[in-house]
């Protein structure tokens, strides 16, 4: 049994994506927060693959070797789970 | 990534979306029962493709509309008016958040006969959710939604919107969605403001609403709104208390006129001016000028 871990939406998170950003928001206050391009990249792909993976992944969207994007992406997604619109969750697989 | 706080700069579209989703939200944690009753959420037998929404519409169950109205305005919304003062029919009150923009609180739709909370068990049976924002948000079913948007378009006098509302959600609607709706107009007794959404209130003539039903669908002077609801109340106390407030200032629409809220020599000043524009508008009416 391993135990790995992926991103989520938390629950009340509203989002939107239209013209390749993405908008989401901590409901039901807000703020409305706005992803660039890479961003929104950054996040569906956090959303579809393990926590573990996302840095190669990303990377390899971009062409790019994991250690060029691997602060930016940490970045991003540190800072969308401090606003409590991501959080990371264990999974038994 | 970047952090835009102010709703200005969110292109409106976005903004109603994720306001639909708050609110929905906010309505599901607090156990209030909502239903979106028009905006992006409508089926597409009913909104008109590229139809844009600049605010959030919601029919709240009427035993909880204080609740709901007090929670809102804990989260940041602030009321613009109030049922009373927000249309003749006091149906809706219109609240603001500096994020989400507009709110419109329903607590009954205009040209539903029967009881606001009967006709809400109806629409509630028949919900369903549409998601919003990625928030699951409860709407009328389709339906539901075109007879609420067709008694809309009876209230909005000359809006061209509301003409393009009534032939897409109506006249060019499948035969099996007439059907369901007129199936609707009769459980919620609607026969008259469906029939002044529709063109064809000359056959309700004879209505005590008819006369609120043509000055709302197809405009009249003040004089004549005031006339048309005295004459749509049914007891004579109701028919009293119309009469008594006629003359008296509506402040929350003179505030949002002024930008302000009004001081007492502009409460003095509009109350005046009432009874100024009253005279013109009999005078006009005995010369048989519109």
């Known amino acids: 049994m391993t135990h790995?871990?992926?991103?989520?939406?938390?629950?009340d998170t509203g989002i939107v994506e239209r013209n390749g950003l993405t908008y989401l928001a901590a409901l039901p206050d807000g703020p409305i927060v706005v992803l660039d391009a890479v961003a929104s990249v950054v996040l569906q792909v956090a959303l579809d693959v393990s926590a573990d993976d996302v840095t190669s992944e990303v990377a390899a969207a971009y062409g790019k070797v994991p250690t060029e994007v691997d602060a930016a992406v940490s970045e991003c997604l540190s800072g969308l789970e401090r606003a409590r619109l991501l959080r990371r969750v264990g999974a038994r697989g | 990534m970047t952090?835009?706080?102010?709703a200005g700069s969110i292109p409106p579209s976005i903004r109603v979306e994720l306001a639909h989703a708050a609110v929905c939200n906010l309505a599901r944690r607090a156990g209030v029962d909502l239903l979106v009753v028009k905006g992006p959420g409508m089926d597409p037998l009913v909104g008109f493709k590229g139809r844009a929404s600049a605010d959030v519409d919601v029919l709240v169950r009427p035993d909880e509309v204080g609740r709901f109205l007090d929670l809102v305005k804990a989260h940041g919304w602030w009321a613009r008016d109030r049922f009373e003062t927000g249309s003749p029919f006091g149906h809706s009150t219109t609240l603001f958040h500096p994020t989400w923009g507009d709110l419109d609180v329903h607590r009954l739709i205009p040209g539903i006969g029967v009881d606001p909370s009967v006709a809400f068990d109806v629409f509630w049976a028949s919900r369903i959710d549409v998601t919003l924002g990625g928030q699951p948000c409860p709407h009328p079913q389709p339906?539901?939604?075109?007879?609420v948007l067709v008694l809309h378009a009876a209230r909005s006098e000359g809006s061209p919107r509301a003409g393009q509302d009534v032939v897409h959600a109506w006249?060019?609607?499948?035969?099996e969605q007439q059907a369901a709706i007129l199936a609707l107009v009769d459980r919620l007794d609607a026969h008259v403001a469906w029939a002044a959404g529709t063109g064809d209130l000359e056959a309700f003539r004879g209505d005590s609403s008819?006369?609120?039903?043509?000055v709302a669908s197809r405009g009249g002077g003040r004089l004549e709104e005031w006339r048309a609801r005295v004459e749509a109340e049914r007891s004579w106390r109701a028919k009293a208390m119309i009469a008594?407030?006629?003359?008296?200032v509506n402040t929350d629409h003179l505030a949002m006129l002024l930008g302000h809220r009004p001081t007492r020599t502009e409460v003095l000043v509009e109350f005046v001016d009432r009874f100024r524009r009253g005279a013109v508008e009999m005078a006009r009416r005995g010369k048989g000028r519109p």
Do not use: I, K, V
Not at chain 2, 3 to 6: G, Q, V, Y
Not at chain 2, 244 to 248: F, S, V
């Open chain 1, 4 to 11: 790995q871990q992926h991103w989520e939406l938390a629950h």
């Open chain 2, 244 to 248: 008594l407030r006629a003359p008296l």
């Open chain 2, 143 to 147: 339906a539901a939604q075109a007879l």
């Open chain 2, 3 to 6: 952090n835009l706080d102010a």
């Open chain 2, 171 to 175: 006249t060019d609607a499948p035969s």
């Open chain 2, 210 to 214: 008819y006369r609120l039903w043509a």
